[in-house]
């Protein structure tokens, strides 16, 4: 898809010559500055009742009198919010698909000027949605289309602010797109070695330093926990490190850590079948931090970041942990392993005490981690936990700003009693009750060394149904929230 920017005043909109103009109308009623001609068309599409400024209303007209473009898709967005735009935008691109329009332009009318920028991230993030289509293990999947060209229709006072916003989206939109790719890729295909191959790919094409860690020397660094997931598969394990430097050296990093599970059976604490294949999405952490990476590398902000990933199946088999087995983790701590499908936290815990090296500024972990948070937040909103009530505010406005948000979680330390373990310092699972939490309540214990937040994605990082697949969440989250570490100096 090739995003363009393009010069036209609300008041010139019909003359603007592409194959279909698009207007995403905020409010109910029409700005008075709008072109005559498109005003009188909108204006007898509301009389005559096929059309009205209410959100997710939406209307086509074929050469329409006096607009230049041949095709006029009207989207109404209720609102003048960025979430309505969003929204009205995907509707109006939805009339066009499956129809010959190449070229669409679009302007967004009645939203304030200070939503520009994250209108113009919008606009190419929503049509990259619209337009992917997976097609590594099924390449007669059906072509995206005939839209290859989408204009953004801005004045000259919001022309800067709106190619900032563009670059953005392009930015985020790649990053999305490398994530969703990686996720959707089946188990025997998104192996381990196939995300430390992705990692090496992406330093190769913007300048990063990867190391790509195998059995061996994860062994060495003592990683008792990380190793103990992995035992049970034949697939060998990988832990990457990947760094963007867009700082002075002693200029402490944003860390990124994601969970790797490439599929996650459950181990020896084997998981129901019903939809067992959707554990091959137990890795969209490890997807999207790597998303983030490719957003970051291609906005290069002045700051450091480092993203970990600790990769591996969690498989049953005769060499696999067994319930009950105790392990020790690289930070020394004693775990009681009493369910294999706990699997997670054992591998993110290791990956967190390896990011003490970098004496990070903040370290975010993001996991698939629990269907507890599936059931307290649905798929809108991921779980966010932080150690601080800033950082908390900045990864809640970074998913706002985003569109990809999340809702904070609590972290009282009554929800680790029921983690206390006779046989270790601690067990890998409490009660049913509040899995989510006690899940996070688990990585604090890895986490004490620096200002740290989770996010926990198991809701938000694919959908099931009809629509399965990844959604590429939370990229856009991280983007923003790295993007704002940049800003505030640390
Ligand atoms: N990867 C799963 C979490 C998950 C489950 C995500 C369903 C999305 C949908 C994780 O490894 C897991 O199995 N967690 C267990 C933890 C339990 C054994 C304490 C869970 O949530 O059931
Ligand atoms: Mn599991
Ligand atoms: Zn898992």
């Known amino acids: 898809m090739d995003f363009r920017l393009h010069n036209a005043s609300v008041d010139a909109l019909a003359a603007v010559a592409a194959d279909a103009l698009i207007l995403v109308l905020a409010g109910d009623s029409l700005p008075s500055k709008l072109d005559k001609e498109l005003a009188a068309l909108i204006k007898d599409a509301i009389k005559l009742g096929d059309f009205e400024l209410k959100d997710g209303k939406v209307l086509m007209l074929q050469r329409p009198v006096g607009v230049k473009a041949p095709r006029l898709v009207l989207a109404a967005a209720g609102k003048s919010t960025l979430k309505s ?150 697939e060998p394990l990988r832990f990457i490190v990947a760094r963007y430097d867009g700082a002075a050296k002693k200029q402490p990093p944003v860390v990124l850590v994601g969970k790797g599970i490439t599929f996650d059976s459950g181990g020896i604490s084997l998981k129901p079948g019903a939809e067992m294949d959707e554990m091959k999405f137990d890795m969209g952490g490890a997807a999207s931090v790597l998303g983030t990476l490719r957003a970051v590398a291609e906005l290069k902000p002045k700051l450091n970041l480092v993203v970990i990933i600790a990769a591996c199946e969690n498989m049953p088999s005769g060499r696999a942990v067994k319930p009950g087995d105790v392990v020790t983790s690289m930070s020394g701590q004693t775990i009681e392993i009493l369910n294999t499908d706990a699997e997670g936290r054992l591998v993110l815990c290791d990956a967190l005490t390896y990011a003490e090296r970098f004496k990070p500024a903040v370290v975010v972990d993001v996991a698939t981690l629990t269907g507890a948070c599936v059931i307290a937040l649905g798929a809108v909103r991921s779980g966010m936990y932080a150690s601080d009530d800033a950082l908390a505010a900045s990864l809640l406005a970074a998913g706002d700003k985003a569109l990809d948000p999340c809702w904070r979680m609590p972290l009282d330390d009554e929800y680790a009693e029921g983690l206390k373990s006779n046989f270790a310092d601690v067990a890998n699972i409490a009660s049913r009750a509040g899995g989510s939490v006690t899940a996070a309540k688990f990585l604090q214990r890895f986490a004490s060394k620096f200002r740290w937040g989770h996010l926990d994605i198991a809701g938000t990082a694919w959908k099931g149904g009809a629509a399965k697949g990844s959604t590429g969440r939370p990229v856009g989250l991280l983007t923003h929230f790295v993007l704002a570490q940049a800003d505030s100096d640390l």
């Open 85 to 234: 735009a969003r929204a009205a935008l995907l509707n109006g691109l939805g009339q066009l698909k499956g129809r010959g329009a190449a070229h669409a332009a679009v302007a967004f009318i009645g939203f304030d000027s200070s939503l520009t920028a994250s209108l113009a991230e919008q606009f190419v993030l929503a049509a990259g949605d619209a337009d992917y289509v997976y097609r590594h293990t099924k390449p007669s999947a059906p072509a995206p289309g005939k839209l290859v060209k989408l204009s953004l229709l801005v004045s000259k006072t919001d022309a800067s602010a709106a190619k900032d916003g563009l670059a953005q989206g392009e930015a985020i939109g790649a990053g999305i797109e490398l994530a969703r790719e990686c996720a959707n890729r089946p188990g025997n295909h998104a192996t381990p070695t196939f995300l430390g191959e992705q990692a090496r790919a992406l330093g190769r094409s913007h300048g990063l330093k990867v190391e790509v860690l195998d059995k061996a020397a994860v062994e060495k660094l003592g990683m008792g926990s990380f190793l103990a997931v992995a035992q049970g598969s034949d």
